[in-house]
């Protein structure tokens, strides 16, 4: 008896330590994928994103869009001050009209992100400036734009809560295009699940002022995180978008969204 005794408490304490590990180990994993898609992790970060566009709102025939960004995050401490330092520069296909499409660049658009951290909610605001690089009136306003983003991210065991929001508006620039006066915002909702996969959801909405058009689109997808070496994490996610609100021609009807993020850590 003693030594079924003896066996038991073995047994029930082994039970309990796997249990521990196992709860440490899945704690650590979700830890890594809210890094992976935190906006205000400060690591050197660069973004392969793509929207393809099968149908465009209240134009003839079936016309379709694309854009290709390619984002970039940098962290700084300029000033004295933790910032992120952040890039967007599209390649895109627009249809021309009446027949024909086009292809190239579209406007860069910078923002310089200060840091707020926190230990259950984290801040980060900044400006933002809108260059007129694009390579075709199609594909960009012809304006140069200056406006500010704000960021709150909400980090949770089963995954992250958080909130982009931009402002931009036209202060000079091709005089025959029409002004720019622009808000979006971008909820992110997270679900954690295991081995690194989890659920999304990020559309953004847009809206604008200058023309009273919007679109509000509504996203589900689905993404995993790597861990390529112990520098390097990789982030590949799908997530297909639906506009359940809208005014005004050429917003999508539906589009899908698609990525790949490498966060690239600091230090040796």
Do not use: C
């Not at 890594?32 to 935190?38: E, G, K, L, Q, R």
């Not at 306003?141 to 931009?166: D, E, F, I, N």
């Amino acid at each position: 008896m003693r030594y079924l005794s003896y066996s038991l408490d073995v047994l029930i304490v082994a039970g309990s330590a796997i249990s521990l590990g196992t709860q440490a180990a899945s704690a650590q994993e979700h830890a890594d994928v809210n890094a992976a898609n935190n906006p205000l992790t400060p690591k050197i970060t660069l973004n392969f994103h793509d929207y393809y566009v099968p149908e465009l709102s209240g134009l003839p025939g079936d016309r379709y869009a694309n854009q290709f960004l390619l984002r970039g995050l940098v962290p700084s401490d300029l000033f004295g001050a933790p910032q992120l330092i952040r890039f967007t520069l599209p390649v895109a296909t627009a249809p021309e009209f009446p027949t024909g499409y086009t292809t190239g660049l579209g406007d860069l658009t910078l923002m310089d992100i200060f840091l707020v951290p926190g230990k259950e909610i984290s801040f980060g605001a900044g400006p933002l400036v809108v260059l007129p690089t694009a390579t075709d009136d199609a594909l960009g306003a012809g304006k140069w734009q200056a406006g500010a983003a704000g960021v709150v991210v909400a980090p949770q065991s089963w995954g992250l809560l958080g909130g982009l929001v931009t402002y931009q508006t036209s202060f000079a620039g091709e005089s025959d295009r029409d002004d720019v006066s622009l808000a979006t915002f971008q909820p992110i909702v997270n679900f954690n699940l295991s081995k690194g996969f989890y659920l999304r959801s990020s559309a953004i909405w847009n809206f604008d002022l200058e023309s009273g058009n919007y679109s509000v689109p509504v996203g589900f997808g689905v993404g995993k995180v790597f861990q390529v070496n112990d520098k390097v994490t990789m982030n590949a996610f799908v997530e297909p978008q639906y506009t359940v609100f809208d005014h005004g021609r050429g917003n999508p009807e539906w589009q899908v969204f698609v990525g790949v993020n490498f966060q690239f850590a600091l230090g040796k």
